[in-house]
């Protein structure tokens, strides 16, 4: 690639010339060739992405004055043992659905310690502030918003109940129902079907046949 003055088309080809040009795994003997590799090497594989950290959980907002939350932690700087512990939050609500936490206390001690437990009111720096998380430990997992749970769907309506029925002297006793039954021919928003029945004994109804009065195109 690099030609000295007076050079200008320098290349070889050694194919089929092992004592000068090597062979599979073998370095030629050409020149500076040792400065070759004999061996390529597969790239290795990219690790996977970290996983995101854990999103705090979801808080439902309360009319309550104080809210408390428990998280799970593995901060040494919470008293838990080295394999973590419950931790609980207390809190409150600061305006517009933010949390304000206040003060921490540990539930699962790591042994030698028993009563670790932390207030943090005025100390914005440590214990954080409206809406902003405090900065101790893995309080990260504190939500900082509270969500106001969906209204409840109001109950599903009872389905329809049959039509009162007089009952007659007459041998046959026809009725009209609206339905929208694919398999009664009628189209798909619905339409009218006469039933056709007759007294049974005891003011029951036995009902012998039906008759489609709307019909969908092509029926």
């Known amino acids: ?9 320098c290349k070889w080809t050694w194919d089929g010339n092992a004592d000068y040009g090597g062979s599979c795994g073998v370095a030629p003997t050409f020149a500076d060739s040792y400065l070759l590799p004999m061996v390529c090497t597969y790239a290795p594989p990219s690790p996977p992405p970290s996983p995101p950290p854990p999103s705090p ?10 809210i408390k939350m428990i998280i799970f932690s593995t901060a040494a700087a919470l008293c838990v043992p080295a394999s973590g512990g419950k931790v609980e939050y ?7 659905g933010q949390m304000l936490w206040t003060s921490t206390k540990t ?9 670790c437990k932390w207030t943090w009111d005025g100390n ?4 954080g502030s409206c809406g902003v998380a405090p900065t101790f430990a893995d309080s990260y997992l504190l ?19 049959p039509p009162v029925l007089l009952c007659s002297d007459s041998p046959e006793i026809k009725m009209i129902i609206f339905s929208t039954a694919a398999a009664l021919c009628v189209p798909a928003s619905g339409g009218k079907v006469e039933y056709t029945g007759s007294h049974c004994g005891g003011g029951q109804m036995l009902w012998t046949s039906t008759k489609t009065l709307d019909h969908r195109s092509g029926e």
């Open 1 to 9: 690639l690099d030609h000295r003055s007076g050079e200008s088309d």
């Open 57 to 66: 959980p979801v808080l439902l907002c309360s009319d309550s004055p104080e």
């Open 90 to 96: 207390t809190g409150s609500h600061c305006g517009g």
């Open 107 to 115: 539930l699962d001690h790591r042994s030698g310690e028993s009563d």
């Open 124 to 127: 914005a720096d440590y214990g």
């Open 143 to 161: 939500p900082m918003v509270c969500t106001y749970a969906p209204p409840s769907p109001p109950p599903s309506p009872p389905p329809p109940s």
